[in-house]
Nanobody, 121 residues
Framework: QVQLVESGGGLVQAGGSLRLSCAASGRSVSSYSMGWFRQAPGKERAFVAAIRWTGVRDYADSVKGRFTISRDSAKNTVYLQMNSLRPEDTAVYYC???????????????WGQGTQVTVSS
């Protein structure tokens, strides 16, 4: 059984930083694609970043240059370092995994419970 547990969310001022963690069990973060998605109030869940099993990274245009996705195979954990945060980054952030790769949300078959990120202006 695959479990993904996010942590690291919180309240931060605009321009600040947060690091989200996604601890995985039942699946190696190095053997599957791992993605971060976010859902703001009243909006659909959207792609943020992903790291393929090959190590190739992919980012949404809105976060490119500010967010960095990484993984620690020894800890079986994926991270999302978020810098220069903006109020529009406020959302619940979810970790997900899948075989193969795409940005399409429907392709991800395991999800965490989400962690709230709130950026104040």
């Amino acid at each position: 059984q695959v479990q993904l547990v996010e942590s690291g969310g919180g309240l931060v001022q605009a321009g600040g930083s947060l690091r989200l963690s996604c601890a995985a069990s039942g699946r190696s973060v190095s053997s599957y694609s791992m993605g971060w998605f976010r859902q703001a109030p009243g909006k659909e869940r959207a792609f943020v970043a992903a790291i393929r099993w090959t190590g190739v990274r992919d980012y949404a245009d809105s976060v490119k240059g500010r967010f960095t996705i990484s993984r620690d195979s020894a800890k079986n954990t994926v991270y999302l370092q978020m810098n220069s945060l903006r109020p529009e980054d406020t959302a619940v952030y979810y970790c997900a995994s899948r075989d193969g790769y795409s940005r399409d949300i429907s392709g991800y078959d395991n999800w965490g419970q989400g962690t709230q990120v709130t950026v104040s202006s």
